[in-house]
């Protein structure tokens, strides 16, 4: 019943920045965990943030750590990535997933929702 919608994708310059949102419905308690994916073209989907619902823990894949700032409006279920200094091997489609079970190392065990995804490209 969970429905996200993404949106800020763009194309930028290397060394630019972008903010993506996620806007969520449907949310229950059982939903207490949601982030951030991207798939470049030929490459392997890879999470790259996430955050829990009912805190502030957050994860990061290490590849972004320093650059990227997830956050979230839990008044307005909006999820954000702050991507700064982007590179050109950020690049890809990023899509907005909830599910459950935060754990620290990886993000949300469960990822059962997504939504539609919004595209990044960054130019050398």
């Known amino acids: 019943q969970v429905q996200l919608v993404e949106s800020g994708g763009g194309s930028v310059q290397a060394g630019e920045s972008l903010r993506l949102s996620c806007a969520a419905s449907g949310f229950t308690y059982r939903d207490n965990c949601w982030g951030w994916f991207r798939q470049a073209p030929g490459k392997e989907r890879e999470g790259v943030a996430a955050i829990y619902r009912r805190g502030e823990s957050t994860y990061y894949v290490d590849s972004v750590k320093g650059r990227f700032t997830i956050s979230q409006d839990n008044a307005k279920n909006i999820l954000y990535l702050q991507m700064n200094g982007l590179k050109p091997d950020d690049a890809g489609m990023y899509y907005c997933?909830?599910?459950?079970?935060?754990?620290?190392?990886?993000?949300?065990?469960?990822?059962?929702?997504w939504g539609q995804g919004t595209q990044v490209t960054v130019s050398s």
């Open positions: 997933a909830a599910g459950n079970g935060f754990i620290g190392h990886r993000g949300c065990y469960e990822n059962n929702w």
